[in-house]
């Protein structure tokens, strides 16, 4: 028989993961404001939350959960709004634990988070640039 896969513990992962980048946001953003302003929009977002992420790292490295819930919030905002799914949905995940009283699992949740992150900082220039070729001229 098969051996059975490991599932990561529930209190890590917000299931099912998602897309990485919602094609439809992405669509709307380049429709309202071009090209240039969009990728300007993920640039930013990519320096912040790259910033936001790397300032969260010793803290969860130490077990010192309780400044997360600001950066937590201002992430999944954030990334909702530029169709950061996954991203969005992890952030939204720890935030909800740790306002639950429930910090286990974090440490692997916060890695997901970073997961999320660099698969989205890998996809949205070519996603970007793919969806603007879409758009009518």
Do not use: I
Not at 37 to 63: C, I, K, S
């Amino acid at each position: 028989a098969p051996a059975a896969e490991s599932q990561p513990a529930n209190t890590a992962l917000a299931t099912p993961p998602l897309l990485t980048l919602d094609a439809a946001v992405l669509r709307q953003m380049l429709e309202l404001g071009g090209l240039e302003f969009t990728m300007e929009l993920y640039q930013e977002f990519e320096q912040e939350a790259g910033q936001l992420l790397r300032d969260a790292a010793p803290q969860v490295a130490a077990g010192d959960y309780t400044e997360l819930l600001p950066m937590l919030h201002q992430l999944k905002g954030t990334a909702a709004t530029l169709g950061g799914t996954a991203l969005a949905t992890q952030a939204r995940h720890l935030e909800h634990r740790l306002k639950d009283g429930k910090p286990e699992g974090t440490p692997d949740g916060f890695r997901l988070l970073e997961h999320y992150f660099v698969a989205f900082v890998a996809e949205y220039p070519l996603a970007v640039a793919a969806a603007a070729k879409l758009l009518p001229a």
